[in-house]
């Protein structure tokens, strides 16, 4: 079975610090993998989606980045935190056909930015 | 327009009754649709998913699509306190890789 890992489970970072939050997936191959951030009561925002390794597509501009440098590993980044990143961040992973169109996701990272 | 429309709620129900959950979208190329729960403090999890019109049963769990009127329900039976969460509704357009979310039904089952 399939199984989406998040690291850490919590963060509280410095505005100005860097972000590194790590995303894998096991027991599947090439997915499609997502990464969302949601604010405190409020819904699902799109941030980054890839379809290979190293395809990024970006949805939102802001300072973050995304990479992905093996197929099951999805990487968020920032050079230099904003009050405004503070979060909930969930990566998801969904198949190619059809039938495994459905997005599943990790436990997520809870980020602080003070 | 918002492309997909939850409305916020919360919605109360008593322990034991039916709890109708509903969602409206405003693309016609949509053609996958799920039902995710999400606890607070917790990450999404699939309830159901539905690909065609019609209904869809699991358990104390029914999705509802009506591809013609554009929207997509959710009822759930014999609410209990433990459905008390978000409901969250999602679809997938043709020949994307994205899911677009609703911004969520908060459910309250009083006990």
């Known amino acids: 079975s399939q199984t989406i890992h998040q690291w850490p489970a919590t963060l509280v970072q410095p505005v100005g610090s860097p972000l590194s939050l790590e995303c894998t997936v096991e027991?599947?191959?090439?997915?499609?993998l997502y990464w969302y951030r949601q604010a405190a009561g409020r819904g699902l925002q799109l941030l980054f989606y890839s379809v290979g390794i190293g395809q990024i597509s970006s949805e939102v501009p802001q300072n973050l980045s995304a990479s992905r440098p093996q197929d099951r590993q999805f990487i968020l980044s920032s050079k230099k935190l904003l009050l405004s990143d503070s979060g909930f961040y969930l990566c998801a992973w969904t198949g190619l056909a059809r039938s495994t169109d459905t997005q599943y996701f990790g436990p997520g990272t809870r980020l602080t930015v003070l | 327009q918002k492309e997909v429309e939850q409305n916020s709620g919360p919605l109360s129900v008593p322990e034991g009754a039916i709890a109708s959950l509903n969602c409206t979208y405003s693309d016609r190329g949509s053609q996958s649709f799920f039902w995710y729960r999400q606890y607070s403090g917790k990450s999404p999890e699939l309830i159901m998913s539905i690909y065609s019109n019609g209904d869809k049963e699991d358990g104390r769990f029914t999705a509802q699509l009506n591809k013609a009127s554009q929207y997509v329900s959710l009822l759930i039976r014999d609410s209990q306190p433990s459905d008390s969460a978000t409901y969250l509704c999602a679809l997938r357009m043709d020949s994307s890789y994205k899911l677009i979310f609703g911004s969520g039904t908060r459910l309250l089952v009083r006990p």
């Open positions: 027991g599947t191959s090439n997915p499609n």
